[in-house]
Structure formats: structure tokens, C-alpha cells
């Protein structure tokens, strides 16, 4: 699409210096269409992609493993996934942690993957607060925050519930309760 814009750019161009100064509204109205297309191509070239929604498919990104490896989030195609975004200095996360290693510990024979998903912090710090509230179930970074931000991740905690399909079955912002997180884990496993 760019291709052919900037094809018709150039062919505008071109006929607006061979005109010369026999007709300067012609000219002022090809270059208003040159500045109108060459703004939505230049728009359209750095749109963000939309976060995730309910029914959407979440998109493959790569996030590190505290072993410095990285797994991509279309690895866990097939399961059952709980993504919980979450940050070492917030409360809500605090609080809610032991519920998610409880939903792990209880699910993860059942196809269910709960994973937590760092905001921009240290691997050395996310370490150290996973001993902290005894917790350890999968841990991710997002040290650049590229996935929270492609996700549309604002108040933390936020935590998507996603089917064996990858698609998006519910997000629950703010802190988990227990009955909360198991209504959610029964309703994307159908058990």
C-alpha cells in the first residue's frame, strides 16, 4: 500500500512542476493531496497495534525467563493460560500472589498454565520478591515493557484469562480473590 502511494506521489509530483505557473490552483490542489496521503501513510506506518480484547487472539511476543531465555507467548498454544501482569511494588499484586501460586499448585495438572509477567523490573529483584511471598509458579519479564504496552496494560494487577485456542476469554483488572480466579479457570477449561 505504501508502494502505491508513493507512486501516485511521485506521478502528482511530477505533473504539478510540468504545469509550472499556467495554473497555480491546480498545483495547490495536488499538493494538498500529496500532504493528505503522505500524512495517513506516515499515520499508518507507525499505528500501534490494538491490545488484546475479549474474543481476540493474543499476539506471539517474546518475553525472558528468569534463566535468561526467552519463550514466546504462542508457546502456550494448547493450555489453558492465566497472564497476570504485575510489579514488586505494587499491593493489590502482593496480596493476590499467594492466590495465583493456590491456582497454579491446584490447575496445572488440568492444562493450566498461570504466569506472571514482570513490569520493566531487574530479574535479580523479581528473584528476590518470589522468595519474598513463596512463590513459583512461571515468572516472565517484560524489562522494556513492550508486551504490557501491546496488551494495553495500565493499573496493575491485570490479568488476562486465555483458552487452549489463544483467544482471550475474559481480563480481570485489579486484585484476584480465590472464587474470582477458580470461576474464571472453570469457565476457560470447561471443568
Known sequence: MLRDQKGLFEQLLERALVMGKRNKTTQIIILVVILVLGGFAVS???????????????????????????????????????????????????????TLQKGSDEWKAKNVEIVGINYGEDPLVVQNYMKKVNVHFTMLLDQKKKVTEAFGIRPLPTTFFVKPDGKVHAIHIGELTQSQLDKYLQEITGQ
Open 44 to 98: 499508518s506506518a507507525f499505528k500501534k497495534p490494538e491490545a488484546p480484547k475479549e474474543g481476540s487472539t493474543i499476539p506471539d511476543l517474546p518475553l525472558q525467563q528468569l534463566n535468561g531465555s526467552v519463550v514466546k507467548l504462542g508457546d502456550y498454544k494448547g493450555k489453558a493460560l492465566v497472564l497476570n501482569f504485575w510489579g514488586s511494588w505494587c499491593e493489590p499484586c502482593e496480596r493476590e500472589m499467594p
